[in-house]
């Protein structure tokens, strides 16, 4: 299973043609997609007037993944392993819960996770499709 970033949950959002098809192609094979419940936050603050039932649909494409002292605990080592990296701590969570539940980081910002404990994959590159 993958855990997706929010950077591709914002790019479905607004009809990144790359993105709509990488979350269509899963829900196709029946490949479950997750989420990090810090990713809900995220969405859910930059969500507008309006955007509640879109984003509403959106969220529920994904398995949505609690955040647990096991995970604040290894978000914590990878924030002090990679302090020269300036971290930002959403992404150290969403690293964690990759790690610890082996799953691979779906993102477009490779470089948020340098982490070699877990597999991050970018499905397109920024600008592509928009």
């Known amino acids: 299973m993958k855990i997706v970033d929010t950077d591709i949950l914002l790019d479905h959002f607004h009809g990144n043609q790359n993105a709509v098809e990488f979350v269509k192609a899963h829900v196709l094979r029946d490949e479950p997609l997750s989420i990090s419940a810090i990713t809900v936050a ?12 879109r984003t509403a649909q959106l969220l529920s494409q994904f398995e949505v993944l609690s955040v647990d002292a096991g995970i604040a605990r290894q978000a914590g ?3 002090s392993a990679h302090r020269n990296r ?11 819960t990759a790690y610890l539940r082996g799953l691979d980081i779906v993102t477009r910002n490779t470089r948020h996770y340098p982490m070699p404990e877990v597999l991050v994959i970018e499905p397109y590159q920024r600008g592509v499709g928009d």
């Open 77 to 79: 080592r990878f924030l």
């Open 86 to 96: 300036r971290i930002d701590l959403t992404d150290a969570i969403i690293a964690a």
């Open 42 to 53: 995220e969405i859910m603050g930059g969500m507008r007037p309006g955007e509640e039932r």
